[in-house]
């Protein structure tokens, strides 16, 4: 089959995918999501026979609203997309995965999203003067910042306004200083780590924290699949955080989840599966 691996670059779990579907008999090309063309009529190509998203470049709203489109374009057509690109606008926007995953009765943080600096300090007070300030659109803990100074949490915010970006506050959940990264697969949780924190509260293995394997409990592996299901995602990197009584939060769910500290501390072969994944759907 011919794959399209829609990405930014030639990066590790590019060539990872590229690697698993030469493996597995399949004809894989990179294709630059930047400089993705769209033709119709007469002058059409023929679309791949499948595509797997491996980044979610910024871009202007005309931009971003086209590459959508012609993802939805391609789904239309009958091409597997992994993942649905219903699935990668819910994720990509933190408000809007949240919905989806309270409407599902999952736990999630406390959460206050608004637009000004006065909402936003009736918001630090309100979620108990100890919050963590997230990116609308972000991943793997950058740009995250936990704030408990009144002071501080202003200017912050006020900064923020000032550059017209929603303003998202998130109640710390104290913790015990790990929490468990669960992919899942077509329904599946296909591996499961714990990551520690070192001398930091997150727990992102990019932001320096440890992983090793861990096995779900029953509980955990339904929390994990409930929380894909919920934002429609066939492959998702689901976040299960435990609370101080024992509760477990779903701080988040990637639909372009990466699995490069994943793959060495379970061996699974996460590329492969994905490839065999979106070639037999």
């Known amino acids: ?8 670059g ?41 595509v797997i998203v491996r ?24 091409v597997p997309v992994l993942n649905p690109p219903r699935a990668l606008e819910t994720c990509v926007d933190k408000y809007l995965a949240g919905v989806r995953l309270e409407a599902a009765g999952l736990l999630v943080p406390p959460t206050v999203v608004c637009q000004h600096t006065d909402a936003a300090m009736e918001a630090f007070e309100r979620l108990g003067g100890d919050v963590v300030i997230k990116p609308l659109f972000g991943s ?21 306004e000032r550059v017209q970006a929603v303003l998202y506050l998130q109640a710390f959940i104290h913790h015990p200083g790990w929490d ?19 001398d930091d509260w997150r727990t992102n293995v990019a932001q320096g924290g440890r992983a090793e394997p861990v096995s779900l409990s029953s509980a955990e592996t339904d929390l994990a699949l409930r929380a894909a299901a919920a934002v429609g995602a066939v492959a998702a990197g689901v976040d299960l955080l435990p609370g101080p009584n ?6 988040e769910v990637n639909a372009v989840p990466g699995w490069r500290a994943l793959a060495p501390v379970t061996g699974v072969d996460v590329a492969r599966e994905l ?7």
Not at 1 to 8: D, E, Q, S, T
Not at 184 to 194: K, S, T
Not at 275 to 281: A, E, W
């Open 180 to 198: 468990v990264r669960a992919f899942v697969l077509g329904g599946r949780v296909l591996a499961a780590m714990r990551r520690t924190a070192r």
């Open 10 to 50: 030639a990066g590790w779990h590019v060539r990872d995918l590229l690697r698993a579907a030469t493996e597995l008999g399949h004809a894989a090309t990179t294709v630059d999501f930047r400089r993705v063309t769209a033709v119709a009529g007469a002058a059409a190509e023929a679309p791949p026979d499948a």
């Open 55 to 78: 980044t979610m470049p910024p871009g202007s709203l005309e931009q971003v609203v086209f590459r959508m489109d012609w993802l939805h374009a391609l789904q239309g057509r009958g």
């Open 246 to 251: 024992g509760e477990r939060y779903v701080i």
């Open 1 to 8: 089959m011919r794959l399209a691996l829609l990405a930014g």
């Open 140 to 160: 793997e803990g950058r740009g995250m910042v936990r704030i408990s100074d009144p002071e501080i949490a202003w200017r912050t915010v006020r900064a923020l």
């Open 275 to 281: 490839v065999k994944h979106v070639t037999s759907t």
